[in-house]
Nanobody, 116 residues
Framework: QVQLVESGGGLVQAGGSLRLSCAASESIFRFNAMGWYRQAPGKQRELVATITSYGSTNSVDSVKGRFTISRDNARNTVFLQMSSLKPEDTAVYLC??????????WGQGTQVTVSS
């Protein structure tokens, strides 16, 4: 019954910014970690950024210094602030939430397109 609703994707010029949101149907403290993968056509799925229930964060090297993951606990929402966007950031961004060892829930995906 867990639902994750994503929003914030769109079309932006290189160097621009977008903020993705992922709203969960229950307290985000019930998840060990939340974050985003991204999937580009013909490319492997890539883990972009994570935030744990303790508030610790991590991100893939290619987005360090440009992307920031954060949360609003009261609204059960995590955010991915994306700045200095590059065409290679173009992908479908897929929010996830993980509980325990085996349970993973997925958002519907949101398209991010960065034009050169």
């Amino acid at each position: 019954q867990v639902q994750l609703v994503e929003s914030g994707g769109g079309l932006v010029q290189a160097g621009g910014s977008l903020r993705l949101s992922c709203a969960a149907s229950e307290s985000i403290f019930r998840f060990n970690a939340m974050g985003w993968y991204r999937q580009a056509p013909g490319k492997q799925r890539e883990l972009v950024a994570t935030i744990t229930s303790y508030g610790s964060t991590n991100s893939v090297d290619s987005v360090k210094g440009r992307f920031t993951i954060s949360r609003d606990n009261a609204r059960n929402t995590v955010f991915l602030q994306m700045s200095s966007l590059k065409p290679e950031d173009t992908a479908v961004y897929l929010c996830f939430a993980r509980r325990g060892v085996q349970d993973t829930y997925w958002g519907q995906g949101t398209q991010v397109t960065v034009s050169s």
